[in-house]
Each structure stands twice: as C-alpha cells, then as structure tokens.
C-alpha cells in the first residue's frame, strides 16, 4: 500500500525502494546473485551512484561501501530528506576522494531500502513487497552483488575500496575475496568479525522493531503502517554506541531541555534525552525497518577468519592490495584493537599495511565528521597509491 506521497511521486522510503533516483543496474534470470544463504536470487537490482569521470584504462575507480544506515548517496542531496550527502566532507572536487582526479561508485548494498533489492523491495513472484521472504543478507553476498555490478561496469580493477563500520567490513571483504581486482584498501573504524557485544547491542534493537505491534510480523507495508516506535528506540539505542562519553559530555552534559528544573515526568527534561527522540523520529522517515533487521544481521555473521580455519592471516595470502587501516582512539564500538588485530594479520602475511590511529573524542561516528587527521591520511595514501600505479 502506498502512501499519500508516494502516489503523488514524492521520495519516500517504499518508492524509493523500487524506483531509487539513482543510477540503477538490473540483473535478470540469467544473472542471479548466489548468496551465503543457499539460495539464488533473481532477479535483482543494484541502485548506485557515480561522482567524476572513469579514465580511457578504467584503473582510476574509486568504491565507497556505506555503513549501516547509510545509502549510496554519498555526495549528492539525499532525495528523501533533502539533506546533503553522508560523505561530502570527504567526497568531491579537490577533496581527498578528489572527483577531478577519481571516478567514485557507491552502491546501495544488497538488502537496503534505497533502491537495491532489500526486503522492502517488490518480490516479482508475489508482487507485494519481500518482507521477511527475502533470504537472509550476508557481508559476502552485498560484495559479491558489488563484483557484478563492477563488471557491468567494464571495471576490472578498482584502484581503491573504502569504507567505515559495515562499509569497512565490505573493504576488508572485498581485499580478502577479490585480491587482485583491489589496488588499495582503506578500512576505516572497523574489524574483521562482529563482537558479541556488538552483536548484544544489534538483538536489542531488532527485538525493539518486532515488539511494535505495527510491524505485523514483517508485513506492515502491506497494512499500510510503519513501526515507527520500534525503530526509533532501536536507532536510539544504536545511536549512543556511535558516540562516546565525552563527546556526549561535552554537548550535552546534564543540560536540561528548554526547563529551569525538572519536570518530575517521564517527558525529556534532558538535552540528551531529546537528542536521542530526534535521532529516532528523523530515522523512521527515510530507514526501512525490515532493512534494519536484515543489515544489523549482516554485521553480526561478518567473521573474516572463518572460511580460513579462524586465522585471519589466511584470509589475505599472498595479497598484493595496498592496506591503509584506520581507527579511532575513542570508538569503543570497533575499538583500536579490533584494527590492530587486522594489521597484525596483514602483516604475518606480508602485505603492504599502514596503520593510523586518530586521537578524536568523537567516538565511532569520527568517520563521518570534520576530522582533519582522517582527511590528511586519506588524501596522503591515495597519492602514494596513485604514483605506483602510474595514474596521472
């Protein structure tokens, strides 16, 4: 069931989910996308956006791999909420992913809702949309979905992959499975397997999601409503784990909201607390809450080691890839550990690694913010890597 906006042609999250404004790349009953599942599925779509301009040798292609909640509008103005692109600060003209120099791609990963196939999406074989019928989303599966769209592309190598949180998972991916379509990785704020407390943190928010009584066992859209409350508590549960405790301090303290003192109710007496009701009311707007359950599920069976008897070492043999591995030193979410653990082991193996970490108070989210240090070391590792490979 649509709703008013969307019949009227507006962006919204379920028109969007079919018919993205994107660039959008179809793949037939002949072309099915083999997922970690066990499962084959076709058809599918991959919607996608592209910055700059591909060079004659098609060796200057840029990924970036979104995170959780974002989208492949990395740099252009978001169609459902207006705002400005996730990565803006990082992408463009003379920017340290520099679109006069590099041909950036940023996909919408499999299993989202901005216009690759998700459960959002309409199943062809019932027309209403997928819902819980769409089989579980792997790390490996959105990657895989990516190569293809590469292809499509007439892309052989991709000079760069990079990305942060699940985008770094897909880096990592990406450098583990494809080794010699990959010139150079940047993992940012990432590991290499999802920890149980991570994990914990995920459950919690996927129980807030099916506890609504409007998500009607994954069917909602066809009764024409949206879990709004279960999502939004899950996003601001989500949210407090991409910042950290001085950056939440330092913002908000104990301040209290729009009061001289306390209200003695359960309303939001403090900054914080309305901070984190903002957050959750914006998400449900443009997030499909299905996609939530599915891409937080993606992140918890990420384990790079696993195919490889549990040694990570084994996951990068004989790489060729150039790694530039990034944390920060108050993400307590992918602590430094977690990157030093993929350092280590990219190391034993004798790849080309180098490893900064960045001292920010700004927790998990410093990826997606003003860091000067981020942008430095980006900038610095894509020139190095663009003089080895001969790129003018």
Known sequence: MLDAAAMRGEATPMREADQPQSLLMRFGADRPLAMDAGVALAPFQIAYQTYGTLNADKSNAVLVCHALTGDQHVANVHPVTGKEGWWEVMIGPGKPIDTDRYFVICPNVIGACMGSTGPASTNPATGRPY???LPVVTIPDMVRAQ????DALGVET????????MGGMQVLQWAAAYPTRVFSAIPIATASRHSSQNIAFHEVGRQAVMADPDWRGGRYHEAGVRPEKGLGVARMAAHITYLSD???????GRRLQNREA??????ADFQIESYLRHQGRAFVQRFDANTYLYLTRAMDYFD?????GGRLAG????????????SFTSDW???TAESRAVVHALNACGASVSFVEIDTDKGHDAFLLDVPELFSTTRGFLAAAARARGLR
Not at 262 to 267: A, E, I, Q, V, Y
Not at 318 to 325: A, E, L, Y
Request: hydrophobic share 55%.
């Open 131 to 133: 819902g819980l019928d």
């Open 147 to 150: 190569a293809m769209l590469i």
């Open 158 to 165: 991709l000079f760069c992959v990079i990305g942060g949180s």
């Open 246 to 252: 001085a950056a939440l301090h330092a913002k908000f």
């Open 262 to 267: 306390p209200t003695f109710s359960f309303d």
């Open 304 to 308: 790079l080691a696993a195919d490889h």
């Open 315 to 326: 996951a990068f043999k004989d790489t060729r890839t150039r790694f530039c591995v990034v």
């Open 333 to 335: 979410l992918f602590p």
